[in-house]
């Protein structure tokens, strides 16, 4: 793009705070401006993943250990590999923002200069997910032991009495808690959404994007939980396209069975692809929301720190 063009790209006035339909609107002509070299950016940081979540899927055929191996080497991942390539892929977007080219050597510069800042940035995220997940497997495991134990007080089975009130006010009340603490979850996540990002103006001071991202989100918390819930109501309407071809196959799948009687292999072999097709298709599709997510993302945080929008090649 000519710099023409990305002056006007970037000509937003810097004045007031933006909002998140502000960083939406500006994300989306960025994505525009040079979607394939940014859509390619994310296919391979996905791709990077999903290649070491399936080494990791490999670790856990190893016997008897097999399970120890594969989850140590998934936190692993999460923890010391995912979080500089992440902060690589907003090195590079915003390069691009910048008038720069969308290069996918730069997905790598996280590795090279902010390896160890990214590798704490991302810890408090991670804290909170795998506080919650512990706290949910530990409420269920709670809640199954007492209320089948309740329920078989009388030595006839947890299910003799069929769905009593007793088991009713039980399934509710594990919902509304699985509910609650995933929506806190979620919701303390929501301020380290710019550690990442962060951690390219603080060289050496870890922490200090972490406290950056969480002063921002509590000035402008409202803003900042609008762009996510514009992330998922886009992720849920490419969720649903994505659905369509898959599910018109295994429609027809269905339809042209003749074998309902034993082994419908016409409707698998039709659902299976249709399943095939829609993960693939969502894969592709959301390296494309990716981009425009924190693309936003980016522009949120300069506009609140007062800096430029963009800032020439």
Known sequence: MSDTGWSQLTSESSERPLGAMDAARMAWRLLRSDFWRLWLLVLVVNAILFGAGLVTQCAGMVPLVGGLI??????????FGSPPLQAGLFYAIRRKIDGGEAKVDSLFEGFKQRYWESVVAELPFLGIWVAVWGILIVAMGVGVFV???AASGDGRGPFAHGLTPAWITGIVVAGVVFLAVLAAGAIFSLFFIFALLAVWDFPGQYGRSIVTSMRLVRQHFWSVLGLVLLLWVVGLAVAIVAAIPGGVLALAGGLAERNWKDMPMTFLVA????????????FLAMAGVTVWYKAAVIYLYRSWMARPLGQGA
Do not use: K, Q
């Open 70 to 79: 594969s989850t140590a080497l998934m936190m692993g991942i999460y923890v």
């Open 147 to 149: 209320f089948v134990g």
């Open 271 to 282: 659902l299976g692809a249709g399943v095939v097709i829609f993960y693939a298709l969502s």
